[in-house]
């Protein structure tokens, strides 16, 4: 998953932060096949408690704190399975502890666990997530952005800016972050979800934000697209127009080849 690029990231997450005015740290995650390479990070914490990786995911962007955990540390096969330090066998395929729970019957259970986006399971031993901007893990392998829906559509069409794709994301609903991290660490692809309960409560990401998990490329390629954007007066915040105005004024000043 390396990526050999050199990048600025302190500059990168000022630049980032500077078109969207985000709110939340911007942070980094990266597995690693051997626990020493994770505990050799410098100024890393290791957990003295049993926690969700919600939990130690937002240790990183809402205290600042780099934290490398194992399986061990992780509270069920769940969180592990996503991020491929946990087995997923035909028990944790079943989702039998779902069942009454968050679906209605065991075929229901299997179904979602079989829509996750998961890290295959027996090459990874430790993972780490860290504040982007500190460099302390150079590279990682994907970045996490929690943003509200305004900024995120600016931070999508900075990704749409060229090379032009439509980007084709799901809802798996409770265990988001398969379609957001896990998704992104397994495909290398730009992932985007809506943060599910455990997240939310465990986590304590708050109503109004959306994640999305990118590899570090991708962040360069939407920042550049931002700032292409914000030339043309696309940036945000996004100014509200008035649901009563005459709309020409301002629809010619973005497509003045319209205007009649």
Same mark, same amino acid.
């Given at each position: 998953m390396t990526d050999a690029t050199q990048y600025d990231w302190r500059g990168l997450v000022a630049e980032l932060n500077a078109l969207l005015r985000l709110k939340t740290t911007v942070i980094g995650m990266k597995l690693f096949e051997r626990v020493e390479e994770m505990e050799a990070i410098p100024r890393i914490r290791r957990p003295q408690a049993i926690h969700t990786t919600d939990q130690i995911v937002s240790m990183? $962007?809402?205290?600042?704190?780099?934290? #490398?955990?194992?399986?061990?540390?992780?509270?069920?096969? %769940?969180?592990?399975?996503?991020?491929?330090?946990?087995?997923?066998?035909? +028990?944790?395929? $079943?989702?039998?502890?779902?069942?009454?729970?968050?679906?209605?019957?065991?075929?229901?259970?299997?179904?979602? %666990?079989?829509?996750?986006?998961?890290?295959?399971?027996?090459?990874?031993? !430790?993972? +780490?997530?860290?504040?982007?901007?500190?460099?302390?893990?150079?590279?990682?392998?994907?970045?996490?952005v929690y943003a509200t829906p305004g900024q995120m559509i600016i931070l999508i069409n900075g990704?749409?800016?060229?090379?032009?794709?439509?980007?084709?994301?799901?809802?798996?609903?409770?265990?988001?972050?398969?379609? $957001?991290?896990?998704?992104?660490? !397994?495909? #290398?692809?730009?992932?985007? $979800?809506?943060?599910?309960?455990?997240?939310?409560?465990?986590? #304590?990401?708050?109503?109004?934000?959306?994640?999305?998990?990118?590899?570090?490329?991708y962040?360069?390629?939407?920042i550049e697209g931002m700032k292409a954007l914000a030339k043309n007066g696309l940036r945000y915040p996004i100014a509200p127009y008035g649901i009563q105005s005459d709309v020409r004024a301002g629809m010619w000043a973005s497509y003045p080849s319209t205007k009649t």
């Open positions: 990183a $962007s809402r205290l600042g704190w780099t934290v #490398g955990i194992t399986a061990d540390d992780l509270a069920g096969a %769940q969180c592990r399975a996503v991020i491929g330090l946990g087995a997923q066998d035909e +028990a944790w395929k $079943s989702g039998q502890e779902f069942v009454g729970v968050w679906h209605a019957t065991p075929e229901d259970a299997r179904l979602r %666990q079989e829509s996750l986006s998961v890290v295959p399971h027996g090459r990874y031993r !430790a993972l +780490a997530v860290s504040p982007l901007e500190s460099g302390r893990l150079d590279p990682p392998d994907i970045c996490l990704l749409q800016w060229k090379g032009y794709r439509k980007f084709d994301w799901s809802v798996v609903g409770e265990t988001a972050c398969a379609a $957001s991290w896990g998704r992104a660490l !397994a495909t #290398g692809e730009p992932s985007l $979800s809506l943060p599910c309960y455990a997240e939310r409560r465990y986590g #304590g990401v708050p109503d109004e934000e959306m994640l999305m998990a990118l590899p570090p490329r962040l360069v390629t939407a």
